[in-house]
């Protein structure tokens, strides 16, 4: 089972969402809710964010993590999007770094044990916030 949890890249008080990728079942909705409310707040004290970026900079990315009772890192962040293995350049690669840096920054997380089958695979997913203008 992996839980992800959604961080907006230019402000922290970004929804989390949570996707179930095995036949696991979930603790009640809930429980989800507060898993995934710690640990974006966790994670969103040490992001730094990507306002100073560029355009190119405000991407999509999604790191998965595997954690330890302790909430420890087993290993090191594992970039899902964009593609892994695909060579970043430039504002990409600042994304990235700053992505991954927030998530090692931050460990150990403060989780419930009881409830680490939940939050044993985690998937972070770093979105730009869309921006609305308003045009008078």
Same mark, same amino acid.
């Given at each position: 089972? +992996?839980?992800r949890a959604m961080i907006a890249?230019? &402000?922290?008080?970004?929804?989390? !969402? $949570?996707?179930? %990728?095995?036949?696991?079942a979930w603790p009640e909705s809930s429980h989800r809710?507060? #898993?995934?409310s710690s640990l974006h707040k966790q994670i969103g004290s040490c992001w730094p964010g990507t306002e100073d970026l560029g355009r190119e900079g405000?991407?999509?990315? +999604?790191?998965?993590?595997? #954690?330890?009772?302790?909430?420890?890192? $087993?290993?090191g962040p594992i970039v899902l999007i964009p593609e892994p293995g695909a060579t970043l350049?430039?504002?990409? &690669?600042?994304?990235?770094?700053? &992505?991954?840096? !927030?998530? %090692?920054r931050c460990a150990p997380y403060d989780l419930p044990k009881d409830k680490y089958k939940s939050w044993e695979e985690v998937?972070?997913?770093? %979105?730009p916030k869309p921006k609305v203008q308003l045009i008078s």
């Open positions: 089972m +992996v839980m890249r230019s &402000a922290i008080s970004a929804g989390v !969402a $949570l996707v179930a %990728t095995s036949g696991l809710q507060e #898993l995934a405000q991407i999509q990315v +999604v790191i998965r993590i595997r #954690l330890g009772l302790e909430g420890n890192l $087993l290993e350049h430039g504002e990409v &690669a600042e994304a990235v770094a700053r &992505a991954k840096g !927030a998530i %090692t998937e972070i997913d770093f %979105t």
